[in-house]
């Protein structure tokens, strides 16, 4: 429960609860896309996000799922707007079907003709796998640098004009969270693998989704320079929820203190320390949505773009997450790979 956290300068701390670090702000009017919604943290956020007042569409790859889940915040919340639209980030195909169907709806979540509460303020680019055994995705980009970035990547861009003109129109700004991890700063050594983003022989399922949350922080730091730059009131972060046990431990053939080792970094451990893991490292989904929705919500954060977040305070990235060229880099190869794929299909 990590009682021995200490508040930031945001008056949160790694222990606070997303319902905390959004007690008494009204979203009400403002409409929310959330991706991986149907399980974990995903779920928490749409449902706080729901009870804040917020329209939230529930971005998801297993639809039967996010129903139940849908369900049970409407029970909950009885005014709860909400919605689910299939997503499957590793298919670019679906990406695009996606933003296609959000753009031409009058008003996917409250289905009302015409719309008086279509602003669309908020894209959290929450899903993703991690460490799982070497694949390809529909498109032949290594899973989880096609789930975690190369969909998100697409999203983003595809629903950036949207997004823009709401903007502008509403005179509120919109936000964009994309959802990393502390395991950014264990890529592979030269970060990004370019030339060799495919290359089973050299792959390595802890690495290479660190390599996919890297990618999540300089997609955002370069769409937040783009977005100032071209006077754009939207804003970019990025953020850490801290390690939570959820659906993204199924690829991990045990839940141990090794396998926290390899994902989160190298330390040693002893068994002793393995209790106080459940006590002080480990945080709970309320805990673990809590830096997404200040992100997204929180007035403290307007005007703030390009940063990172843990524990709802802005935090310090790695090296390489904060290196410009490396961004430009990614940015532009993206873009190629998308469109190379997109000529394939």
């Known amino acids: 429960m990590w009682r021995l956290s200490s508040k930031g300068a945001s008056g949160f701390s790694s222990s606070s609860t997303a319902e905390e670090v959004t007690q008494g702000i009204d979203g009400s009017g403002l409409t929310a896309i959330v991706t991986g919604a149907s399980s974990g943290i995903g779920t928490e956020t749409v449902r706080v996000l729901a009870l804040r007042g917020v329209h939230v569409v529930m971005a998801v790859r297993n639809m039967a799922a ?27 195909a679906s990406v695009r079907k996606f933003a296609s169907e959000f753009k031409s709806s009058e008003c996917i979540v409250c289905n009302m003709e015409p719309c008086t509460e279509r602003n669309y303020a908020f894209l959290s680019n929450n899903a993703g796998i991690m460490a799982t055994p070497f694949m390809l995705s529909k498109d032949n980009i290594e899973l989880q640098f096609a789930t975690n970035h190369i969909g998100h990547f697409l999203l983003t861009n595809l629903l950036l004009e949207t997004m823009g003109k709401t903007a502008r129109e509403s005179s509120k700004e919109g936000r964009i969270v994309n959802v990393s991890s502390r395991r950014h700063q264990f890529s592979y050594p030269e970060g990004i693998r370019f030339d060799r983003i495919n290359d089973q022989s050299g792959y390595n399922r802890f690495s290479a989704y660190g390599q996919s949350k890297l990618a999540n922080v300089l997609h955002t730091n370069e769409l937040a320079r783009r977005l100032k730059e071209d006077g754009v009131d939207i804003t970019a972060n990025s953020v850490h929820p801290g390690a939570i046990t959820t659906n993204l431990f199924r690829n991990i053939s045990f839940f141990s203190v090794a396998g926290l080792c ?6 040693r ?20 949505a809590a830096t997404t929705c200040y992100v997204a919500l929180h007035p403290h954060v307007k005007g703030l773009t390009g940063s990172y977040f843990a524990d709802s305070n802005v935090a310090q990235a790695s090296s ?16 190629d790979l998308i469109y190379r794929c997109s000529q394939n299909s």
């Not at 390899?262 to 330390?267: A, K, M």
């Not at 290196?323 to 990614?330: G, I, S």
């Open 320 to 335: 390489q997450a904060v290196n410009t060229e490396l961004a430009q880099k990614l940015w532009d190869f993206s873009s």
């Open 269 to 288: 451990f002893d068994a002793g320390l393995v209790g106080l893991l459940g006590k002080y490292v480990i945080k709970n989904v309320e805990q673990g």
């Open 262 to 267: 390899q994902l989160y970094g190298p330390f």
């Open 66 to 92: 996010c129903r139940e889940v849908k369900k049970a915040i409407v029970k909950e919340i009885p005014n709860a707007k909400v919605q689910a639209m299939e997503l499957d980030l590793s298919s670019l």
